[in-house]
């Protein structure tokens, strides 16, 4: 018998079969997306939701989605919002509604307040608040084949303090059939904002949804078991309604000729091996079986609650919020003296240091990627060091370190005499960043500081510099990836300073309100409550210039060589989006002077202490 064709059509339907599973459920359908994440409330600021919505909306993108996506929120957006989720659905799609941020009930119906809502009263919350049910209304009129809601809104909020009837979280909804409503705490109870990069429920959601040939039932019940499990049973995930068909993030249903108990290799082999291997030191204490699972996987589908959970293994005892006392639900804040820089105490942490290869505007001095863990809180400043601060410290010191400085003319820089942080060749008020100093320059203010008082200020190292502009992000600015966005958070190189600079590199299509620097503090600080890393101006740090990473300290000490004729300066200034990324490096001699060029300053946690009132 010639068994040839007989083995060709098996290899040929086994193929089949691997390719099929490999594919999604129903390849072909259309999966639409709204992300909502309010962080800037006037009356009670979140720390995460801004971070959960960029993350979640990333994710739904690489599975698939077609996604819309807000942050923060006002009253007058919602309408345009919905509209435009509504013309993207069709019968038969897939659709999801992501929310992280205030939200509440009252009689009975859930409200998502916006970051503007002026609610005194009642009254004024469906004025103010997108209403879950028109959400649920819009998909149901487009007929949608399923419907996802995520709703990470339990946390306690300030605007039912005056309410006779509204409760604390959210109140149950009678799902229609076909969709399933998951929130990240029990009707009616409330769950915490967090203090690492994203709120515990939503951590958890991330590290879920790609794992493959996962239905969404058992999606929904892992990430009820890690959240219980991680809060320790005080917070309790919960979902309403059903569905008719499947569905899957990633993948479909595996085929009985592929699963384990056929006698068939199982598919996603690779992925099954991270999963075990995370299932096996997930509840350890120990901060090395972590960074073991982050030298393996640094883009591993559980990296980023590896990271959360390493921030806090790593602090030390009571210190468990990342800081000191805290100042108005942030992190600790304090000055050492009325010219001194304010200061703001990070967590301990790891991270993963440099960009992908796929990041726009990375280069090769930005990798290898590798991971750092910097085993001791830090004190960094809030903000840059002003002209005000600097001007106290030559008054006091007598300190000359003037002279020139390369400033922009026509097509090129030039280091032209009289130029100095006097007069960099623009304007400035005391509260703009220090510019036109050097290296030693900053060195000089630092030795004049720590004499003030009494205690080592320092440069910050290069790793703890990206570390602090990250803020436990892990995209290329702590906003997201969109550099389109640049102008909410940092002072750039948009299309006013290209009008009037005429710079030779890519402007952002933006206007942020600013042709050169800008006061300290304008723009939104990241999630360690540190403003203007990215953007404003370039900042020192202590490490020499290298070429690449290869041989670089993975414990957040500078990168110190016998020869060091280049030093190390980080955030991009008013430049371009191919420089304004937490990844991007530059450097120069210690003497040079640039009008893009200023600096901040970092303490010791435990001197940091010795400040405590």
């Known amino acids: 018998m010639d068994t040839l064709p007989a083995l060709r059509l098996f290899v040929v339907v086994l193929v089949s079969l691997l390719l099929a599973a490999a594919m999604p459920l129903h390849a072909e359908e259309k999966r639409v997306a709204l992300v909502v994440g309010n962080s800037a409330y006037r009356a009670s600021p979140l720390r995460n939701p801004g971070n959960d919505a960029h993350a979640i909306a990333a994710k739904l993108e690489k599975l698939g989605f077609e996604v819309i996506v807000r942050e923060d929120l006002r009253t007058r957006q919602i309408a345009p919002m919905l509209r435009e989720f509504r013309s993207h659905l069709q019968p038969g799609s897939v659709a999801l509604f992501f929310y992280a941020g205030h939200g509440m009930q009252l009689k009975g119906v859930n409200y998502l307040p916006t970051i503007d809502a002026e609610i005194a009263g009642e009254e004024d919350v469906p004025l103010h608040s997108l209403n879950v049910g028109q959400v649920l209304e819009i998909m149901e009129e487009s007929k949608t084949r399923l419907n996802l809601i995520f709703l990470d809104a339990c946390r306690n909020n300030p605007f039912t303090r005056r309410f006779r009837s509204g409760g604390g979280g959210l109140a149950r909804v009678e799902a229609p059939s076909g969709t399933l409503i998951s929130f990240a705490t029990r009707p009616g109870s409330v769950a915490a904002d967090g203090d690492d990069e994203h709120g515990l429920y939503t951590q958890h959601l991330l590290s879920q949804m790609e794992v493959p040939h996962q239905p969404i039932e058992q999606t929904l019940k892992r990430v009820v078991g890690g959240v219980k499990k991680d809060s320790d049973g005080q917070q309790e995930p919960w979902m309403e309604g059903s569905l008719e068909g499947d569905f899957y993030f990633v993948g479909g249903p595996l085929p009985l000729a592929a699963s384990p108990n056929a006698g068939a290799p199982a598919l996603g082999e690779a992925a099954t091996f991270e999963l075990s291997f995370w299932d096996s030191i997930r509840a350890s204490k120990n901060p090395d079986d972590l960074r073991a699972y982050l030298e393996k996987y640094p883009l591993g589908q559980f990296a980023s609650l590896a990271e959360a959970r390493l921030r806090r293994l790593l602090l030390p005892p009571g210190h468990e919020s990342g800081g000191l006392e805290r100042d108005g639900g942030n992190s600790k804040v304090f000055r050492d003296c009325p010219q001194c820089p304010e200061m703001v105490v990070i967590p301990a942490g790891a991270f993963q240091m440099g960009a992908p290869s796929r990041e726009a505007g990375s280069g090769d001095a930005e990798r290898p990627r590798h991971l750092v863990t910097l085993q001791h809180p830090l004190a960094v400043g809030r903000n840059e060091v002003t002209r005000g601060q600097y001007a106290a410290f030559v008054k006091d ?112 299509d933006c206007h942020d309100g600013y042709v050169e620097t800008a006061p300290v503090g304008r723009f939104k600080p990241n999630a360690f409550g540190l403003h203007d890393l990215l953007g404003n101006v370039w900042e020192w740090v202590e490490d020499c210039q290298t070429v690449n990473y290869i041989g670089a300290p993975s414990d957040g000490r500078a990168r110190i060589t016998d020869d060091c004729p280049r030093r190390i300066y980080r955030g991009g200034g008013w430049s371009g ?37």
């Open 397 to 508: 010191s007598g300190y000359r370190g003037e002279g020139s400085c390369h400033v922009w003319i026509g097509p090129e820089w030039v280091n032209q005499p009289g130029r100095s942080w006097r007069d960099p060749d623009f304007s400035q008020t005391d509260d703009h960043p220090a510019v036109c100093v050097s290296w030693l320059d900053a060195r000089a203010y630092l030795a004049w500081l720590a004499r003030k008082s009494g205690k080592p200020y320092r440069l910050l190292s290069e790793s703890e510099w990206e570390y602090a502009a990250r803020a436990g992000t892990r995209t290329s600015r702590f906003w997201g990836d969109d550099p389109g966005l640049a102008c909410d958070h940092a002072n750039v190189h948009d299309a006013d300073t290209q009008q009037s600079r005429r710079f030779d590199w890519e402007a952002h």
């Open 577 to 613: 989006p191919a420089s304004v990324r937490a990844a991007t490096r530059n450097g120069n001699s210690p003497s040079y002077r640039s009008q893009l060029l200023g600096f901040r300053v970092a303490l010791p946690i435990a001197d940091a202490e010795q400040g405590r009132p």
